[in-house]
Nanobody, 123 residues
């Protein structure tokens, strides 16, 4: 099993930036494709970004493409989500997740989830 802990959330003004981190323990992160998802109040959880085991491939939701960047440091067992040009509609709880598959955007493909970190973007 792998345990995931997100950090880096907070309150930021529109146009600002945040970097989320997801630290893994229990197993080496290089065994897993890693994704970020988010859930806003009253809405379903949605896919944000995914990165494959080696970090050579990434995929983004259209709503964040060009603004968010997912990356990973397998030596540090950590995955990141750099969020720039934030908008109020980015406000949500952000979750990282690990999957045995490489690059799926489907949340039912993920095997392990973190507890989430709140991101609030004020207008």
């Amino acid at each position: 099993q792998v345990q995931l802990v997100e950090s880096g959330g907070g309150l930021v003004q529109a146009g600002g930036s945040l970097r989320l981190s997801c630290a893994a323990s229990g197993r080496t992160l290089s065994m897993y494709g890693m994704g970020w998802f988010r859930q806003a109040p009253g809405k379903e959880r949605e896919f944000v970004a995914v990165i494959n085991r080696s970090g050579s491939n990434t995929y983004y939701a259209d709503s964040v493409k060009g603004r968010f960047t997912i990356s990973r440091d397998n030596a540090k067992n950590t995955v990141y989500l750099q969020m720039n040009s934030l908008k109020p509609e980015d406000t949500a709880v952000y979750y990282c997740a690990a999957q045995y598959q490489g690059l799926s955007a489907r949340d039912d493909s993920y095997n392990y989830w973190g507890q989430g970190t709140q991101v609030t973007v004020s207008s």
